[in-house]
């Protein structure tokens, strides 16, 4: 059974920083293109970045230069490392395999607020 457990949301302000997890588990990380999700109140969920199992990396364009993604084959987790956080991050942060998900895990609240 496939398991994702994010952590690492939290409250932050504007031009802050956090950096996201996800533990995996029933699914080797480093052998699947992986991606970061975010939902925000109201807005369907949507892409944020992904990582090849080559290590390459893409960004959706809101995000781009502000967040890196990354990969820890021994610890079967990934990382969403955020800066300069704006008040439009503020969303539910979830991992999952690119294309082909698995179920959702709980995912990670982030809320960026003066």
């Known amino acids: 059974q496939v398991q994702f457990v994010e952590s690492g949301g939290g409250l932050v302000q504007p031009g802050g920083s956090l950096r996201l997890s996800c533990a995996a588990s029933g699914i080797r990380v480093s052998i699947y293109t992986m991606a970061w999700y975010r939902q925000a109140p109201g807005k369907q969920r949507e892409l944020v970045a992904t990582i090849t199992s080559g290590g390459n990396t893409n960004y959706a364009d809101a995000v781009k230069g502000r967040f890196t993604i990354s990969r820890d084959n021994a610890k079967n987790t990934v990382y969403l490392q955020m800066a300069s956080l704006k008040p439009d991050d503020t969303a539910v942060y979830y991992c999952?395999?690119?294309?082909?998900?698995?179920?959702w895990g709980k995912g990670t609240l982030v809320t960026v607020s003066s």
């Open positions: 999952n395999r690119y294309y082909n998900t698995f179920a």
